[in-house]
């Protein structure tokens, strides 16, 4: 089933002689559970995409159906909603509140929500990411890799439809991001989780399951399943 498909999704910024084509009819799908990257180079279009795909800004042109509905027929208020409850980011930095420990950052999100913490899913995630012995650890206390873990289980802690990721590895040396990406693929499994990661980086990406390549806005049709 496809949980994620996009429809001649185009965004031009800008206006008149300025005008930058950042997204030129992309037509893109994600199957539940699977776990593809986005990779081009810089420019090409990868965190326009990510943030339309999150709803966190509206395309020029073009449909993004998430769940079988159409995203972008939602008002604004409609629109946040949405993406509270259906996406959980993932960012190149980890944006964790330094004052609250590891685990008060995880269910963050969900608190401000208003919802309730599903303790016995929350438990196999963190013990899944290696952060069991880490709870009451403060972000300072943490290497870039465990904290980069901390924000992966925030972001699936309100079981999110899809998870988005943009450079998740971008600060992390290259083992520490090989095993960041290693334990997104676990979880990407374990939790029938689908996950959309952007990356520039060519050796980053080969570790999805599944290419996807962007190159002036456009999706270059090489696929590759890996
Ligand atoms: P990438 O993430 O692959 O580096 P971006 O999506 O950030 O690519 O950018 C794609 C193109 O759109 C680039 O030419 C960039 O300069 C331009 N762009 C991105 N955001 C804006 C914006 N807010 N206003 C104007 N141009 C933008
Ligand atoms: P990334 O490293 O994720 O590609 P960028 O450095 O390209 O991020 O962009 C950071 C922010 O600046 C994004 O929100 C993007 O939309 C915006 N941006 C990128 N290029 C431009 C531009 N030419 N003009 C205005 N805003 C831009």
Known sequence: MM???TSDLSKVYGNGESEVRALDGVNFSVENGEFVAVVGTSGSGKSTLLHILGGLDRPTSGKVTVDGKDIFSLGDEELTIFRRRKIGFVFQAYN????????????????LDGGTVDKQYMQQVIKSLGLKEKLYSFPNQLSGGQQQRVAIARALASKPSIILADEPTGNLDSSTSQDVLGLMKI????FAQTIVMITHNEEIAQLAERIVRIEDGRIVKREESL
């Open 3 to 5: 949980i994620l498909e």
């Open 96 to 111: 964790l509140v330094p004052v609250l420990s590891v685990y008060e950052n995880i269910v963050l999100p969900i608190q």
């Open 187 to 190: 979880m990407s499994r374990r």
